[in-house]
């Protein structure tokens, strides 16, 4: 759900400039209510969006929602003044261990409802975690999944390592996937099971670049 979702963004952000920026949007308002200021605006080429909250825990971080009351409650966990995760909920035990990467999702499965019937996998999770970081020239990537016992995660095991061994023997079509294939690491402890990648971002980026160009082609045929 977008009003109960948000986006923190963390970069090297004008936070000036941009605040001067949405100002001139005619449908600009803030909200300095609690001693913290909340822009938000509605996007003047989709006049029939939602409006849009935005608010910043520094230059460097950006907080953004669909709803005013979930950038504050944001702001005041990254700030310490909310409480965050609870150690025991799913979502925290599935981010356990997680390196410093720049795009991370994690879901709770149970909340989703629209998990396809023939998604075998994703039926025995009870919570994924994905995690993208790009040190140095390689592209690091984590898929975690959490089952809701020992037996499901061998299970889910069993239909990666199937899966990865079918994109591995993919060479003729799908040369580079394949090689990718080859470079995943899957481990499993307890009801967790992860799937681990480390591969040279140039390999990486003139795969999806390949990928979009047969798609385009694809749709054009």
């Known amino acids: 759900r ?6 923190v ?12 920026l949405v100002r001139a949007n005619p449908t600009y308002e803030e909200d300095g209510n609690g001693g913290r200021l909340i822009h938000s605006w509605v996007d003047e080429n989709k006049p029939e969006s939602k409006r849009v909250y935005a608010g910043f825990d520094s230059d460097r ?9 979930q950038v504050s409650s944001a702001l005041d966990v990254l700030v310490g003044k909310g409480e ?20 991370i999702a994690a879901a709770n499965m149970a909340e989703l409802p629209d998990v ?12 994924f975690q994905l995690a993208l970081g790009a ?6 990537g984590t898929l975690r999944l959490t089952t809701d016992t020992a037996r499901s995660a061998e299970q889910v095991e069993q239909i990666l390592r199937g899966m990865l061994a079918f994109a591995a023997l993919n060479d003729s079509d799908q040369p ?11 481990s ?34």
């Open 2 to 7: 977008p009003d109960r979702s948000v986006a």
């Open 9 to 20: 963004l963390r970069g090297r952000f004008d936070a000036d400039r941009l605040v001067t």
């Open 61 to 69: 971080t950006l907080v953004l929602s669909e709803s005013k009351h």
């Open 84 to 103: 965050s995760l609870d150690p025991s909920d799913t979502l925290a035990s599935t981010l356990r261990g997680t390196r410093a990467a720049l795009f």
């Open 116 to 127: 396809a019937p023939e998604a075998a996998m994703l039926k025995k999770a009870r919570a």
């Open 135 to 140: 040190p140095g020239d390689e592209l690091e």
């Open 176 to 186: 580079e996937m394949a090689d990718m294939a080859r470079t995943i690491r899957i």
């Open 188 to 221: 499993r402890d307890d009801n967790q099971v992860e799937c681990a990648i480390s591969h040279p971002l140039d390999d990486v980026m003139t795969f999806l670049e390949h990928e979009v160009e047969r798609k385009r082609m694809e749709a054009g045929s």
